[in-house]
Structures are given as C-alpha cells and as structure tokens.
C-alpha cells in the first residue's frame, strides 16, 4: 500500500506501508523507514495521518538533545539563541543521560546558564532519573552560589529523592567547609531537619557523627528531633557518647534529651556510659 500525500524526508520519494500488520513505512526509493501508529489497508487513513506526528516527535527529541548539549557545555549564547529559534520544539525538562539541562548545570556550576533557564520558565523543582533536583545537584556539589540563586527563585528547599535524602541531607553529610554553609543557609530558609534519612541515618546523627558542634546545635534550634534514632534503632544521644564527642554528648543532654532511652539490644544510655567510662560525668 503506497501511503497517499506522504513522502520520505530524506530523498522525496513515496512511502510504502505492507498490507500485513506491520508498523513500518518504508520509502520506494532510499529505503529509509518511518514508524506509524496505524496498520494494514484498514488503516490506511490512521497510517498516513501518524507519519506527521512522528516526524514531530523525532523533531522535538532532537531539538531537546541539541538544546541540552549546549547547556551541558555552557554555551549560553547558542542555547538562548537554539531556545528562540525553536522554542516549540524543545521540551526544557528533556533528560539525557539521567539529567535535564537545569539539574546538570546546578551541578556543574553554569551559575549564568541556571539563571537564564529559570528566567525561561524552565520548572525549578523537575527531577533527574535519580528524582533529584537542581537544588539537591548543588547541594551535593557543594555549590552555595547556584544554591542561593535556586532558593531565592523558590525552589523546593525539602524535596526528597529516590534514596529519601534533600539537599540539607547531603550538606549534613560532608565535613567539607562550603557544604557546612551550605547546611546553615538551609537551615536559615527553614529547611526542614527531620525528613532526610541519607544512608539510614537523620540529619542530625549525620552531624553528630562529623562532630559538628555548631550544627548540631543549629539543626536542634530549627526542630531536630533530639531522640531520633538511626535505621539500626541507635538513638542519638548514643551516637554522641560513641562518635560525637563529649561537647555533643553534653549539649544533647542540655537540650533535654531523653536518657531513659535504650537501643535495641535493650542497652541503656547509663549503662553504655559506663561501659565507656563516663558514668560519672553523665550521672544527672
């Protein structure tokens, strides 16, 4: 069955559809094939009006891929002008490689590229294959610049991922200098400390665990959960007397931790205390 009015894009030629149930046209001249929604003479008319359709979504992936790539190269000139020239062609959020144009520039530090897409209307909050994003990407980078450009536009400070981590996650979770900042400049807009659970651990054992006094008490200050435990059922006044420091442990106390608590062994704090030698200074 030739398919009436539809020619191939490459040498002009007529396009043949089989009479059997394939999906295939394929051109009488250079052999090129087109995929089609409909099937068999019965279909003819469904078949002629799908090959339009594809040529446009094979349009629109590869005007998406093309935009991508200058973004991912830091091309800001040639992405804006690609964006001008074929802005109904290229879907902003497409992903390559696991990645859409804002989640790989935050990551990588475009800080110009990520202000121009989000003066684009590119979604602020749209995710990467790891349902990450951009404000997680930089967070994880350690980047507090494209951080605080993502916040004041209103991303999503208390998304999650796949692997229920947020941004304040990963800034907890790294003994690096920027993501300490990173941590207190999420904290400050009012990030929240009791959802992220990175590596079956709340961000606040993370921070006890890295013995960062300063942010435990920060975190604490913004409604940590002072008796959360770890996915092992370690309680964090635990995690302090073991890894944190006795400046963590006191604090934790202070603040009004629960003592009477026990770990899943039925372990209480007093008698760890004592098995670490510390009973004394922690009898209250």
């Given at each position: 069955m030739i398919l009436e009015k539809i020619l191939c894009e490459t040498c002009g030629g007529q396009l043949e559809l089989p009479e059997d149930a394939s999906i295939t046209a394929r051109c009488l001249v250079c052999g090129n094939t087109y995929i089609v929604k409909g099937s068999g003479a019965q279909n003819k008319k469904a078949a002629n009006a799908a090959l339009p359709s594809q040529r446009q979504t094979d349009e629109k992936t590869k005007c998406?891929?093309?935009?991508?790539?200058?973004?991912?190269?830091?091309?800001?000139?040639?992405a804006k002008n690609y964006w001008n020239e074929n802005k109904s062609f290229i879907d902003i959020g497409f992903t390559v490689l696991g990645n859409t144009a804002l989640t790989i520039s935050a990551y990588k530090g475009y800080k110009e590229i990520v202000k121009w897409l989000i003066e684009a209307g590119c979604p602020l909050d749209q995710r990467n294959d790891a349902q990450q994003t951009a404000l997680i990407r930089a967070a994880i980078k350690g980047d507090k610049e494209i951080a605080e450009i993502l916040l004041?536009?209103?991303?999503?400070?208390?998304?999650?991922?796949?692997?229920?981590?947020?941004?304040?996650?990963?800034?907890?979770?790294?003994?690096?200098?920027?993501?300490?900042?990173?941590?207190?400049?999420?904290?400050?807009?009012?990030?929240?400390?009791?959802?992220?659970?990175?590596?079956?651990?709340?961000?606040?054992?993370?921070?006890?665990?890295?013995?960062?006094?300063?942010?435990?008490e920060a975190l604490l200050n913004a409604g940590a959960d002072i008796n959360c435990t770890d996915k092992d059922e370690n309680p964090a006044i635990f995690i302090a007397l073991i890894a944190g420091g006795k400046d963590i442990l006191f604090l934790l106390i202070e603040k009004g931790a629960d003592t009477s608590v026990t770990d899943k062994k039925g372990e209480t704090f007093f008698e760890l205390a004592a098995r670490y030698k510390i009973l004394d200074e922690v009898n209250i």
């Amino acid at each position: 069955m030739i398919l009436e009015k539809i020619l191939c894009e490459t040498c002009g030629g007529q396009l043949e559809l089989p009479e059997d149930a394939s999906i295939t046209a394929r051109c009488l001249v250079c052999g090129n094939t087109y995929i089609v929604k409909g099937s068999g003479a019965q279909n003819k008319k469904a078949a002629n009006a799908a090959l339009p359709s594809q040529r446009q979504t094979d349009e629109k992936t590869k005007c998406s891929e093309q935009f991508f790539y200058f973004c991912n190269n830091n091309k800001l000139s040639e992405a804006k002008n690609y964006w001008n020239e074929n802005k109904s062609f290229i879907d902003i959020g497409f992903t390559v490689l696991g990645n859409t144009a804002l989640t790989i520039s935050a990551y990588k530090g475009y800080k110009e590229i990520v202000k121009w897409l989000i003066e684009a209307g590119c979604p602020l909050d749209q995710r990467n294959d790891a349902q990450q994003t951009a404000l997680i990407r930089a967070a994880i980078k350690g980047d507090k610049e494209i951080a605080e450009i993502l916040l004041k536009a209103g991303a999503d400070i208390d998304a999650i991922d796949k692997d229920n981590c947020t941004a304040l996650s990963y800034a907890v979770d790294s003994s690096s200098s920027v993501h300490k900042e990173i941590s207190f400049l999420l904290l400050e807009n009012k990030a929240n400390p009791n959802i992220g659970f990175k590596y079956g651990k709340p961000d606040l054992i993370a921070a006890i665990r890295r013995k960062n006094k300063p942010l435990v008490e920060a975190l604490l200050n913004a409604g940590a959960d002072i008796n959360c435990t770890d996915k092992d059922e370690n309680p964090a006044i635990f995690i302090a007397l073991i890894a944190g420091g006795k400046d963590i442990l006191f604090l934790l106390i202070e603040k009004g931790a629960d003592t009477s608590v026990t770990d899943k062994k039925g372990e209480t704090f007093f008698e760890l205390a004592a098995r670490y030698k510390i009973l004394d200074e922690v009898n209250i």
